[in-house]
């Protein structure tokens, strides 16, 4: 059964321009889930995507987006990109129940110059 | 926010000990708890997971324990071997969102 696959693994940017991650969960599973890890923080909550609609959001700005495609692959998009963008975007998949042992990627090493 | 922290930012072990992280967590609705590792360049990997009607739970290697009236979660390691080396987190699960810790770094002394 493949992994959760994330795509690009490593992305370099400039400030002011916009970046768009994609995310394929595993077979069967409807949530998707993203987060953000910087050095020396744990990880961060973004959003969470369930059958198409996002189920939960954490406090970051609007400038961060997602959604979700009817095969529950979901993309994130960064516009505007800041210096402090800097960061591991990590993506995870789950059931979405109750029981949701979640499975991550690989993750999106993105770097903001 | 949720507060979920770690009493120690990097444990350093002898090869063939056994190895105890622990965790704080803030909330006492939380109803799941994980534990994932995390090793250099990869993505989060579940170890453990344990519910909160639940005190103890043992795995391959592993055993969480659960403090409910404390709100303390650790992880114990048996014979930490080398491969043991890396980041672990502790998440717990609130209103079906997850909380996770800042991580402990992972020695393991040959």
């Known amino acids: 059964k493949a992994g959760v696959t994330q795509t690009p693994r490593y992305l370099i940017k400039t400030r002011g321009q916009q970046v768009t991650l994609s995310c394929s969960p595993i077979s069967g599973h409807r949530s998707v889930s993203w987060y953000q890890q910087t050095p020396g923080q744990g990880l961060q909550f973004l959003f969470e995507?369930?059958?198409?609609?996002?189920?939960n959001k954490g406090n970051f700005p609007g400038r961060f987006s997602g959604r979700q495609f009817s095969n529950s692959r979901s993309e994130m998009n960064v516009s505007t990109l800041e210096l402090g963008d800097s960061a591991l975007y990590l993506c995870a998949s789950s059931l979405g129940t109750n029981s949701g042992e979640l499975f991550f990627g690989e993750g999106s090493r993105l770097t903001v110059l | 926010g949720e507060s979920v922290g770690l009493h120690l930012p990097t444990l350093s072990v002898q090869e063939g000990d056994n190895s105890i992280i622990n965790c704080a967590y803030s909330n006492s609705a939380s109803d799941y708890f994980i534990w994932y590792k995390q090793e250099s360049g990869k993505g989060p990997q579940f170890i453990i997971d344990?519910?909160?009607?639940?005190d103890k739970r043992q795995g391959q290697r592993v055993t969480v324990l659960l403090n409910k009236t404390v709100k303390h979660l650790s992880l114990q390691i048996a014979a930490t071997q080398p491969g043991d080396s890396a980041v672990y987190f502790c998440?717990?699960?609130?209103?079906?969102?997850?909380?996770f810790g800042s991580g402990t770094k992972l020695n393991v002394k040959p």
């Open positions: 995507y369930f059958s198409e609609t996002q189920r």
């Open positions: 344990i519910r909160s009607n639940m």
């Open positions: 998440a717990e699960k609130n209103f079906n969102k997850f909380y």
